[in-house]
Nanobody, 123 residues
Framework: QVQLVESGRGLVQAGGSLRLSCIAS????????MGWYRQAPGKQRDLVAV???????NYADSVKDRFTISRDNAKNTVYLQMNSLKPEDTAVYYC?????????????????WGQGTQVTVSS
């Protein structure tokens, strides 16, 4: 009952910048946290950055000081500003949201995922 829609995929040169967006919609009571993960071919899906509803953030060491995660709680939207991009940042980026949701009289908490957006950084 919750959908995540990502935007911002693209091809960029090393050293360039790109901004990703993700909007959550559906049967949302509240969102505990939203984040970005990425997966390169042959690799597992790894955390890039996460932000809580209160604004606390965590970053992977590989992107700290280059990427910035932010959110607009009123719009259920999370952003990832990526600067100083490197070829090793090339991956499919997935939006994630931990949501307090409902269906009828049933209330529950679960993770939802976007379908992924390709980011390719050329050298």
């Amino acid at each position: 009952q919750v959908q995540l829609v990502e935007s911002g995929r693209g091809l960029v040169q090393a050293g360039g910048s790109l901004r990703l967006s993700c909007i959550a919609s559906g049967s949302i009571l509240s969102i505990n946290a939203m984040g970005w993960y990425r997966q390169a071919p042959g690799k597992q899906r790894d955390l890039v950055a996460v932000i809580t509803a209160g604004g606390s953030t965590n970053y992977a060491d590989s992107v700290k000081d280059r990427f910035t995660i932010s959110r607009d709680n009123a719009k259920n939207t999370v952003y990832l500003q990526m600067n100083s991009l490197k070829p090793e940042d090339t991956a499919v980026y997935y939006c994630n949201a931990n949501v307090n949701t409902y269906e009828g009289r049933t209330y529950y908490r679960r993770d939802y995922w976007g379908q992924g957006t390709q980011v390719t950084v050329s050298s």
